[in-house]
């Protein structure tokens, strides 16, 4: 989640956290937000800071998917724009009472690169052109190396990621010593994003993702638990949040038994099982009265006692079910991707702390924020 109190020319009267936070909730009066679109060129250099041209923007984050960032715009078409390089940059601005010229805090909301649309033209003859733009995962999608791609035996897994990534991307990188037991290569085709998560997830590192500036963020994963709350959603004054939620926890398929099979010709057959017969467990044999299977074929287990161990990992987590939420609140441009906030809404019982998913705001005055977020409910 981005700082909620910005830096240097984003605050230009350095405004402070609790001057924010009230502005935001509206509490320091009726929120009043505006909105500008700076051009960008390749190498995300200023071209044009205040776009004239840019009638409607809309922003959506989505942290599960390879591209996490998209945005489309709708623009007065003038001819000014490259669209095989050129990148726009939205930025959301609060402005603080008593709403002077400077009185105003503003966010980034991603840097992206541009498709380039037909052109049309309405019975006024204004000319548009209807934008979808993507966060700079697209272009890692879009290239692959010629050949085969090769990481040597003892790289450095996460400076082989940065050598993907190339020179000239800003890049955000916590370091790892961990190194490749053996040379890994990859098949003509196979995507510069698909090589990069594939070595982030061998030293359990999120995904590769962008942030708001345009910076590649290479970070280690770490477990919700372990994370604190960045932000707190609440039916109050501070909330934001817009009356109304949908709740969502799906329990008919989960299985209670999970068993393990190992058939090859060369060796005696093996089966492990693993039930749960836990009272206390709502989706257990004993409380369902009932079995709901899953059978797993596996390879390459060469003890009964290893697959039994596996047997056992399948069904705890076949036994971390997902609650998710959608809501909505009042623009707040402070999100990232993977924010972690606590939920608290009273007529669902709600007080938890929550994984974003996935958000999406028209960049408009008075729009509101959509949300998913989810949490792990242990049965």
């Known amino acids: 989640m981005q700082t909620l109190v910005p830096v240097s020319g984003r605050n230009p009267n350095a405004h402070n956290a609790t001057e924010i936070q009230a502005a935001l909730s509206g509490l320091s009066g009726t929120r009043r937000w505006s909105f500008r679109y700076s ?14 041209n840019v009638i409607a923007g809309r922003v959506e984050q989505s942290w599960q998917s390879d591209i996490k960032r998209t945005a489309t715009f709708t623009i007065q078409d003038t001819g000014l724009i490259n669209f095989l390089t050129d990148r726009i940059m939205p930025r959301a601005r609060l402005h603080l009472a008593p709403w002077g010229a400077s009185d105003w805090v503003e966010w980034p909301l991603g840097v992206f690169m541009l498709n380039s649309p037909k052109r049309k033209a309405d019975t006024t003859g204004l000319v548009t052109r209807d934008i979808v733009g993507y966060d700079a995962l697209q272009q890692y999608a879009e290239d692959c190396p010629p050949g085969r791609y090769t990481v040597a035996k003892l ?23 961990a190194t490749l037991a053996a040379a890994k290569s990859w098949d003509p085709g196979v995507s ?15 995904s590769l993702a ?41 329990l008919a398929s989960i299985p209670n038994q999970v068993t393990c099979v190992v058939s090859n010709p060369d060796q005696a057959e093996l089966v492990a099982i693993a039930t749960n017969a836990n009272p206390a467990s709502i989706t257990s044999t004993i ?42 609140t009042g623009l707040n441009p402070l999100h990232s991707g993977n924010d972690v906030y606590r939920l608290k ?23 509101r924020m959509r949300h998913t977020a989810r949490r792990v409910v242990q049965l």
């Open 210 to 250: 962008f942030n708001e500036t345009g910076q590649a963020l290479v970070t280690p994963y770490v477990t919700p638990d372990k994370r604190t709350a960045e932000w707190t959603y609440a039916d109050d004054d501070y909330g934001l949040l817009v009356p109304g939620m949908e709740q969502t926890l799906d």
């Open 287 to 328: 409380r369902r009265g009932r079995v709901i299977s899953d059978i797993r074929q596996e390879q390459d287990v060469p003890t009964l006692a290893l697959l039994q161990a596996k047997a056992n990992n399948y069904l705890a987590q076949a036994s971390q079910v997902y609650e998710s939420v959608d809501f909505d």
């Open 155 to 177: 790289a450095n897994i996460v400076g082989a990621v940065s050598t993907l990534l190339g020179p000239y991307v800003s890049k955000v990188i916590t370091p790892n010593s």
């Open 345 to 367: 809404y009273g007529p669902l019982a709600l007080n938890s702390p929550y994984v974003e998913q996935s958000w999406s705001m028209e960049l408009k005055a008075g729009a």
């Open 39 to 52: 051009l960008l060129d390749r190498d995300n250099r200023m071209l044009i800071e205040d776009m004239s």
């Open 192 to 206: 510069r994003l698909r090589i990069i998560n594939e070595l982030l997830g061998m030293v359990n590192y999120n």
